[in-house]
C-alpha cells in the first residue's frame, strides 16, 4: 500500500485508502518552470504506482497562463496527459483525493505532496530522458540543481542501461527474485522513494548471481513506474 507524507501534517497517509476506490490526483501547477515540471512530473510517478497497485486514478492538471507550454515540456518527458481541472467539487465519488504542488503552494484541503524546487532552472538543450532521470534521482522532497555534470551522468547512466536492457533481452527469460520485487515494492510505496528504486537497479546491474533474463525483467517491471523507456533499444544491432 502506498503510503505518502501530507505536507499539511508530516505524518504518513495511504493514498489510496479505500481497496480499488478511486483516487483523485490533482497537480497544482501555474507555470511552465522546470520547477512546475517537476511538480507535474511528481504527478505522473505518484499515478503510475498507484496505478501499478491497482487502484483506478483521475488524473487532473490544474494550471495558470502557461499551461499549454508546460503540457508540451511534458510530453517531450514522457509524462501522460492530465486531464483539464474542472470545478470538480466533490469529484466522482473519489474516496482519497491528493494535491501535488510545489512547496507552499496553496491547494485545497485534501492530502497534500509538496514539491522541492529546481534551480537554476531547465538547461536550453537538453535530452529529454536524461532530464527526466535528473530530476527523479533525488526525492521529490528535496531540492534539485540542474547542472551540465548531473546530466550528463544521467545520459551516460540511460545508454548504460538501455545497452544492458538490450543484451540481456537476448537471454532466456528468467522471474524477477521476490526479494527483488519486494525491494522495489518497499521503495516505492514508501513516499514514492524513487531514489530507492534506482539503487535497486543498480544492484540488479551487477549482482553476480542473477541470471540476466531476471536483470531484464527487472528493468522493464521497473520502467513502468519510472517511464524511461529502458527497452528502446531491443533489436538494435550489437
Known amino acids: 500500500m502506498l503510503r505518502i507524507i501530507d505536507d499539511r501534517t508530516g505524518e504518513p497517509v495511504d493514498a489510496a485508502p479505500a481497496r480499488r476506490g478511486l483516487t483523485r490526483v490533482e497537480v497544482h501547477a501555474s507555470g511552465s518552470d522546470a520547477t512546475n515540471l517537476r511538480v507535474l512530473l511528481v504527478g505522473d510517478l505518484l499515478v503510475r504506482t498507484l496505478e501499478l497497485g491497482g487502484t483506478p486514478v483521475w488524473a487532473l492538471l490544474t494550471g495558470g497562463r502557461r499551461q499549454a507550454e508546460l503540457r508540451a515540456d511534458a510530453a517531450t518527458l514522457g509524462i501522460r496527459p492530465f486531464e483539464d481541472s474542472p470545478d ?22 485534501g492530502v497534500r505532496i509538496a514539491v ?30 540542474l ?3 548531473g546530466l550528463a551522468d544521467a545520459r551516460a547512466t540511460l545508454a548504460r542501461w538501455r545497452g544492458a536492457v538490450a543484451r540481456w533481452a537476448r537471454e532466456p527469460s528468467r522471474p524477477i527474485p521476490d526479494a527483488v520485487r519486494g525491494r522495489l515494492r518497499d521503495a516505492w510505496e514508501d513516499d514514492l522513494d524513487v531514489p530507492g528504486v534506482l539503487d535497486v537497479l543498480r544492484h540488479v546491474e551487477t549482482e553476480p548471481d542473477l541470471a540476466d533474463g531476471a536483470r531484464f525483467e527487472t528493468y522493464a517491471y521497473a520502467d513502468r513506474l519510472l517511464g524511461l523507456d529502458l527497452t528502446r533499444d531491443l533489436g538494435a544491432p550489437s
Open 88 to 109: 470538480v467539487g466533490a469529484g466522482l465519488g473519489e474516496a482519497q483525493a491528493v494535491h501535488v504542488t510545489a512547496g507552499g503552494g496553496d491547494t485545497p484541503d
Open 116 to 145: 522541492a524546487p529546481v534551480e537554476p532552472g531547465r538547461p536550453d538543450r537538453f535530452d529529454p530522458a536524461a532530464l527526466r532521470l535528473a530530476l527523479i534521482t533525488r526525492h521529490h522532497s528535496d531540492p534539485v540543481r
Open 147 to 149: 547542472e551540465e555534470a
